[in-house]
Nanobody
Framework: QVQLVESGGGLVQPGGSLRLSCVGSGFTLDYPHIGWFRQAPGKEREGVSCISSSDGRTYYIESVKGRFTISRDKAGKTVYLQMNSLKPEDTAVYSC????????????????WGQGTQVTVSS
C-alpha cells in the first residue's frame, strides 16, 4: 500500500550539496515514520537519518551531523534530505523507507523501500 519514490541524486564535487526527495503515499499506522538509508557497493545498508511523523523529532548518524538535514513538507507526503559539505565517503545509493520507529533500534521494522537514487561525490 505504501509507495515511495526517491529523487535528487547526482554527481557532485566534494564540498557540494544535493537535496534528496522521498515522495510517499498510502502511509499506514504500522509504518508511520520515514528514514533515509544508504548503501555503497560491498557494504551493508545503513540508516542515515529519520524523522518522526508524530512530533517531528529527527535522528542522524554521527558521520552526517552538522552536514545533513532531514525535513518534511506540511502535508507529510514528502521527506527531504538536504546534504551539504558532501564527502567522497558519502557516495552510495540512497533510499527511503517507511519504518516503525525513529530513531533506529534493533526493534525497528521497515517497509515500502523506494527504488533508490545514486549519489556520487567525486572530483
Amino acid at each position: 500500500q505504501v509507495q515511495l519514490v526517491e529523487s535528487g541524486g547526482g554527481l557532485v564535487q566534494p564540498g557540494g550539496s544535493l537535496r534528496l526527495s522521498c515522495v510517499g503515499s498510502g502511509f499506514t499506522l504500522d509504518y508511520p515514520h520515514i528514514g533515509w538509508f544508504r548503501q555503497a557497493p560491498g557494504k551493508e545498508r545503513e540508516g542515515v537519518s529519520c524523522i518522526s511523523s508524530s512530533d517531528g523529532r529527527t535522528y542522524y548518524i554521527e558521520s552526517v551531523k552538522g552536514r545533513f538535514t532531514i525535513s518534511r513538507d506540511k502535508a507529510g507526503k514528502t521527506v527531504y534530505l538536504q546534504m551539504n559539505s558532501l564527502k567522497p565517503e558519502d557516495t552510495a545509493v540512497y533510499s527511503c523507507a517507511a519504518q516503525t520507529r525513529c530513531p533506529f533500534t534493533p526493534s525497528t521494522r521497515y517497509d515500502a523501500w523506494g527504488q533508490g537514487t545514486q549519489v556520487t561525490v567525486s572530483s
